[in-house]
């Protein structure tokens, strides 16, 4: 079997008995990309050279029998919304697309300190505003399973490259969905930890109160492996919760006997496909023959989380955006008669349709005289939407769901239709209104041979029960090994 194919536990087992070397890994991973990154544009830049010294540095670890991290010699690729020392973080962006970050986000000072390989930044919506990578400023990054339609987004990049090879493991952000929903349509496993679980220090804001860095990855053991190097306290971060990390590996049990899950009939409406809705459901099934017990509950204001997040995420960006203006870094207009000239010009220039799209929205929900009837209103529906969580959470450990309503749709399909693309994330914004946990795991094929993810998602701070059950499904079951047909060169 090909490097590029294993998980990263298999490969920290190959490194440890040496009969591979950090080099060797890190180099065969670049001739994969080399291989497809032309016919998946996942990768905005690479970062070879400095890959293959932090490759370098591992070798001399496991040379010298030190106890090497699980991460220690594995490529990881890393989403352009994360601060990378020395590296181009452009965000997807034009506004952004010659700054060189000054400093490591505090994820990558965790991964530089496991010994984790940097391969490069990934392709993304602009500014993490889309979901599916076809509003980034540079290119759109296709799926991997058929090249004629989108990966998801916005972390398009960080989980195509990952289906395809082209990274072991990756990290991606989750602002309203964006690691879950494009993990579901490329059939990897991603994660949103808890809002506060992992340091939003270094990543670049979209909506502060929303966003929150996680991992893509091929199972759900390297995905627990990338989580017990990036979770924990950031005196950085106000929002990092100081709260003890765990052994994710310790929760990794094919076993459900006791555990109780809340199907919410909210969440099985008219507008999921009958495909998605049947693997969904055969999930559950496998679930339940692993010893769970199943039972519906209600998510009663599941109705108004889009036009919640709609107010709130445009709002937040509308305020973390401001910051572009052309005077201390980035992009900035050259042909401008006066200052304010220059500020309109530079943020014309420099920000795509959608972001654009989303400061007005947010800057007139944020406006005098609309403040209480929009933002003050959707964040009173907020607190409704956590109480639904928080009441079903004393009833089950987790909730399952479908992670999108479909499977991945045609380049180009719905870009005329702002709210059509919205809808792609109906049934993840919920949980990062409320803060919570959540992953998708592959769980079937559509018709068409398109990933199917199936969501699990749990009360905070409980990424472990989360962790079990994704856990047992995938012993019971092969979907996690399925890989699309890509040709090589």
């Known amino acids: 079997m090909p490097l590029y194919e294993l998980t990263a536990h298999e490969l920290h087992e190959k490194l440890k008995a040496r009969e591979i070397t950090a080099v060797e890994l890190t180099q065969s991973m670049y001739h994969r990309i080399g291989a497809v990154e032309e016919q998946i544009d996942g990768y905005l830049t690479l970062t070879e050279e400095g890959a293959l010294e932090s490759a370098a540095v591992a070798d001399e670890g496991f040379q010298r029998g030190d106890e090497m991290p699980p991460l220690a010699g594995i490529p990881i690729a890393i989403k352009d919304v994360i601060c990378t020392k020395g590296v181009l973080t452009t965000c997807g962006s034009k506004i952004l697309g010659n700054f060189v970050s000054p400093y490591d986000a505090t994820v ?20 993490a505003m889309g979901s599916s990578t076809e509003n980034s400023a540079y290119q759109t990054t296709r799926n991997p399973w058929n090249l004629e339609t989108i990966p998801g987004g916005s972390s398009g990049g960080s989980s195509a490259v990952v289906a395809a090879g082209a990274a072991i ?21 991603g994660m949103k930890p808890t809002y506060g679980r992992v340091s939003r220090f270094g990543l670049v804001a ?32 106000s929002t990092s919760a100081d709260v003890p990390v765990p052994d994710f590996t310790k929760c990794l049990i094919n076993d459900l006997e006791g555990v109780k899950i809340g199907i919410p ?25 692993a010893g769970a017990t199943i039972e519906e509950v209600s998510l009663p204001h599941t ?36 200052l304010g000239d220059m500020y309109r010009q530079t943020r014309s220039q420099g920000f795509g349709e959608e972001v654009k799209r989303r ?35 004393e009833k089950v450990d987790v909730v399952v769901t479908p992670t999108s309503p479909t ?12 709210l059509q693309m919205y809808l ?61 047909k890509l040709s090589s060169k």
Do not use: W
């Open 407 to 418: 499977a991945a749709f045609k380049i180009g399909e719905r870009t005329a239709d702002p």
């Open 303 to 338: 109705d108004y989380a889009m036009a919640t997040y709609y107010i709130i995420a445009p709002a937040e960006a509308s305020a973390n955006l401001a910051r572009y203006d052309g005077v201390r870094y980035g992009f900035r207009a050259t042909n401008a008669d006066e």
């Open 206 to 237: 979209f909506a502060s109160s929303l966003d929150q860095i996680g991992p893509f990855s091929k199972d759900v053991t390297d995905c627990a492996l990338v989580l017990n190097a990036i979770c924990g306290h950031d005196p950085m971060d």
């Open 108 to 127: 990558m000072t965790k991964l530089h300190q496991q010994g984790a390989v940097m391969l490069g930044k990934t392709n993304m919506d602009e500014f």
């Open 359 to 393: 400061i007005m929205l947010g800057t007139y929900a944020l406006s005098s005289g609309y403040y209480d009837a929009y933002y003050l209103k959707a964040q009173q529906v907020r607190t409704l939407i956590k109480s639904d969580f928080d009441d079903a959470f």
């Open 169 to 189: 493991c990756s990290l991606g952000s989750d602002t309203g969905g964006s690691i879950r929903q494009p993990a579901a349509l490329c059939g990897v496993v």
């Open 265 to 289: 009939k909210e969440y099985f409406t008219a507008g999921i496909d009958s495909e998605i809705e049947e693997s969904v459901r055969s999930a559950i099934a496998v679930l339940q023959g």
């Open 424 to 484: 792609s994330d109906v049934l993840t914004t919920p949980a990062n209104l409320a803060g919570l946990p959540g992953i998708s795991i592959p769980c079937g094929l559509t018709s068409d041979d398109l990933p199917i993810g199936l969501q699990i998602l749990a009360a905070p701070f409980e990424e472990e029960k989360i962790l079990r059950a994704a856990y047992t499904f995938e012993q019971n079951t092969d979907h996690h090994r399925k890989r699309p």
